[in-house]
């Protein structure tokens, strides 16, 4: 690459379209070639956590996840509806967690179940929001902390599926 003498930003600015160009050839091939579990596009979040059994039970508990991979100190978690997993790394510390409005958002097949999720979070002193509904295409919503901090909202009624398949067909 030729660099750009005392024009840094102009440099950055030149790779940055490289790469989006790149990104977006990609994107198409990606929507052509990958297949129903492929390994592209976002992959997981990985979560420090004091104690990764604690963890694993709330995710299961309000989150339908199970361990998928177990190494170490290390766990992914996933639902297995989509190549998306919750890596949880043990910590002796967490100094950073999720906090409203940063959240993981799980959507949930009816309001009552957002209901009982939260029944059972207000029973564990877990539940940090009740339940709101702000409409499309935010839906029923509710917030809840699981063991170490982190913020995991619980939603009916986002139309985020409906929001991609449009933005595909552009």
Known sequence: MTRIKHEP????IMQS????ASLHQDDNTRRKHA????DLGLTHI?????????SIAFYARFAGMQVIHRRHDVVW???????????L????VVRHPLLPFAHLGV?????AEVDRLCALAREDECLIRPPEDYGPPVGYWALIRDPDGHTLEVAHGQE???TVQQAGHR
Request: net charge positive; no cysteine.
């Open 9 to 12: 930003h102009r440099l950055r």
């Open 17 to 20: 379209r490289r790469i989006d």
């Open 35 to 38: 297949s129903p579990m492929s």
């Open 46 to 54: 990985a979560l420090p956590a004091l104690d990764l059994d604690a």
């Open 77 to 87: 978690l996933s639902d297995l509806t989509r190549p998306f997993a919750i890596v």
């Open 89 to 92: 790394i043990r910590a002796d």
């Open 107 to 111: 959507g949930v097949a009816s309001r």
């Open 160 to 162: 985020l599926r409906l």
